[in-house]
């Protein structure tokens, strides 16, 4: 365009500028805080986990790979050979079963949660919000020390459950995967509900009408009409409880006392009694590159999916 | 009284709903209406918002059951029953077409969950593109086409599984004006090329008169008049339907004779005229006339039945409307035609004479 630009424009153009300069700077303090405590820290990790661990803890400054080779091979004693060694993995394996069956608790549990309050009168429902935060009021190593009181021998459920002789041996919950299940459940179920809740909100019940006109049954227009609209909200759930529930450290270790390892404790362990920070390091970069790379194809999945449909 | 007779495709007896909000009065949405939709039928509901008319549709929708009476469809009561069962589909007012599927997906949804057969499914789809004229988006998301599209996607959708009755709630109310224009004729088309039965619910006076066999006019719950447009806009039987159809003068009078059933009104305004008695009634003492713009011609003062001084003229291209104070002070309109010759009418302080058509002045049924 060689035509000139006109000075309005130009005017236009600099204001134009200049907005979306102030709009940079108003992500500034949260880009701060993330450069600064989230990807230095990251950094740090990335470091470490290529360095050799020292005796007593902490690193000695050496280039090694060490630490991603002992995650899946065992060096032998005697003649240094290494020997393929799974247990790390069968630790990831159970961490990522436990998490998967607690969103798939969370969302079972959650939807008709979220779709009750979604449907109440509008003037009710951020009383309902209100009563799902309610948990985080108090903290989460209460809230697990609390459940451990519920479910143990002597706790309120088998103690009422005797008393009414319904079973005459106490039922042993707490120290079981039923127990972290349960603690992760009971974590986590909030992050399924919100945003659940969000876009069941934002349902136009029209549509549902409109699938109940087209002959459609409840069964059918929840599951071809509701469900794939409140799909958004659906994967924002699954991902918000899946992440963290993987990597969950407190609840596993309080409520499966330590007989059933989770990533959570694997990783705090080699920077504590281990001694081996940088496998700890290292583990905690493989875990964060597996959900990487898993909501990368996901991601690229659904959004291809979008587009050809 | 044969309501339940199988030729009416729709027959609505003594139906009513009342709506309960949680400590909130009853408020009743529908005070025992009756009523018979033929098949084939374009058939109006129409009214002010809050009339009960959207009400009346969404009790035969199956959307909201009604607190009493009966809705007969061919004869058979589906005031109970469930939305999913009933033959009958609806067009919504902002269409509700579904926004994660296609406009094809969105047509063929109704057929699916009938169970029919994937090649009559497509068929079908097909056909009913073809017949909204919309081939050519099939594969387009709702999201994607123009307010007019959607409404034909709409309609397509709706027609799709054969219905025995298609329901209309203000599907050309989001539309501009060209557009809902447009719309009236294609609706009328489809009404006559499918012969369904088409229940229309209109807050538009317009709307209704051009595209129905039928209205029935409804206020506050009840319904006033059915009939077909000429019959609404020439005999109106109440005050309602006399202003909420079209514009009318009310003329206060009284009646003087009813020789040979004619009666004759003396008018505040004047003079004595005949006027038709209502339907079924033969009213005596204090009534209202009423008379349409365009029975009343404009004549100079001293002709003419009527006297007063015009005191507002207003030009709307096709008409003109000359609005002229009366002896008795109230108001009365008259629209002339423009044809470009009598751009020299009487203006605002002139004096002049209203000559009323023959026959044209109806009394209403207080």
């Known amino acids: ?309 | 009284m044969g309501l339940a007779d199988n030729k009416a495709a729709i027959a609505a007896q003594n139906v009513s709903k009342v709506f309960r909000g949680a400590g909130q009065e009853a408020v009743a949405a529908l005070d025992n209406v009756s009523l018979t939709i033929n098949q084939n039928e374009f058939f109006t509901l129409l009214g002010p918002s809050g009339c009960g008319k959207t009400t009346l549709l969404r009790l035969i929708a199956g959307f909201e059951f009604p607190t009493d009476g009966h809705i007969y469809l061919y004869g058979e009561d589906i005031a109970l029953l469930p939305a999913y069962k009933r033959p009958v589909n609806t067009v919504f007012q902002n269409y509700a077409l579904f926004p994660h599927m296609t406009v094809a997906q969105n047509i063929a949804f109704g057929l699916e969950m009938l169970g029919k057969p994937k090649a009559e499914i497509d068929a079908r789809v097909l056909a009913m593109l073809k017949l909204v004229r919309m081939e050519e988006l099939s594969g387009r998301k709702t999201s994607q086409i123009s307010g007019g599209q959607q409404q034909r996607v709409a309609l397509a959708r709706a027609l799709a599984p054969k219905p025995k009755v298609l329901l209309l709630d203000e599907p050309l109310s989001a539309l501009d004006y060209k557009l809902r224009k447009e719309m009236q004729i294609e609706l009328k088309r489809l009404q006559t090329e499918t012969g369904i039965t088409f229940i229309f619910v209109t807050h538009d006076q317009e709307e209704a008169l051009t595209m129905s066999d039928r209205i029935a006019v409804m206020s506050k719950g009840k319904v006033l008049q059915v009939g077909t447009p000429h019959e609404i806009y020439d005999h109106p039987a109440e005050r309602f339907v006399a202003n909420f159809i079209g514009e009318t003068n009310f003329l206060k009078g009284e009646i003087v004779s009813s020789a040979k059933g004619v009666p004759r009104v003396k008018l505040e305004a004047g003079p004595t005229i005949s006027a038709d008695a209502p339907r079924g009634g033969q009213p005596a003492g204090k009534v209202t006339v009423v008379l349409r713009p365009e029975q009343a011609t404009l004549v100079p003062a001293g002709k003419g039945e009527l006297q007063g001084v015009v005191d507002n003229v207003v030009f709307f291209g096709t008409d003109t409307h000359f609005h002229v104070r009366l002896a008795d002070g109230s108001m009365f309109m008259t629209r002339q035609q423009n044809s470009g010759a009598n751009a020299g009418g009487p203006k605002a302080g002139d004096k002049a004479g209203i000559q009323l058509a023959a026959n044209a002045a109806r009394i209403l049924k207080d």
């Not at chain 1, 920070?277 to 790379?293: D, E, F, H, N, T």
């Open chain 1, 1 to 309: 365009m060689a035509e000139p630009v006109s000075k309005a424009a130009e005017i236009a153009l600099a204001s134009q500028k200049n907005a979306a300069r102030r709009h940079q700077l108003l992500a500034m303090p949260s880009l701060l805080i993330i450069t600064l405590f989230g990807i230095g820290p990251l950094l740090v990790i990335l470091v470490y986990s290529f360095l050799k661990a020292a005796p007593y803890g902490g690193v000695e400054w050496k280039f090694s790979t060490d630490a991603y080779l002992n995650f899946l091979f065992q060096r032998d004693i005697f003649d240094d050979t290494l020997q393929f060694s799974p247990d790390y993995l069968f630790i990831y394996l159970r961490s990522v079963i436990f998490a998967v069956v607690t969103t798939a608790v969370c969302l079972i549990i959650g939807f008709p949660t979220a779709y009750f309050m979604a449907t109440r009168p509008p003037e009710q429902r951020s009383w309902w919000v209100l009563l799902i935060t309610i948990p985080f009021w108090s903290n989460l190593l209460v809230r697990t020390l609390a459940i451990m009181f519920i479910i143990r021998d002597e706790g309120v459920i088998n103690t009422v459950l005797m008393n009414w002789h319904v079973i005459d041996k106490p039922i042993t919950m707490l120290y079981t995967n039923f127990a972290i299940v349960l603690g992760l459940l009971y974590s986590y179920l909030p992050f399924m509900v919100l945003p659940l809740y969000s876009s069941l909100e934002k349902l136009d019940f029209r549509l549902v009408e409109a699938g109940f006109d087209l002959y459609a049954d409840k069964r059918r227009v929840l599951w071809r009409i509701i469900i794939p609209l409140a799909k958004p909200g659906i994967v924002a759930g699954c991902l918000l409880v899946l992440i963290p529930a993987i990597g969950a450290y407190v609840t596993p270790l309080i409520l499966g006392g330590g007989l059933h390892l989770m990533i959570g404790d694997l990783i705090a362990q080699q920077f504590g009694s281990g001694r081996n920070w940088p496998l700890g390091a290292a583990q905690a970069l493989i875990l964060m590159a597996a959900v990487m790379v898993a909501l990368f194809f996901y991601v690229r999945n659904s959004s291809g999916k979008m587009h050809h449909e």
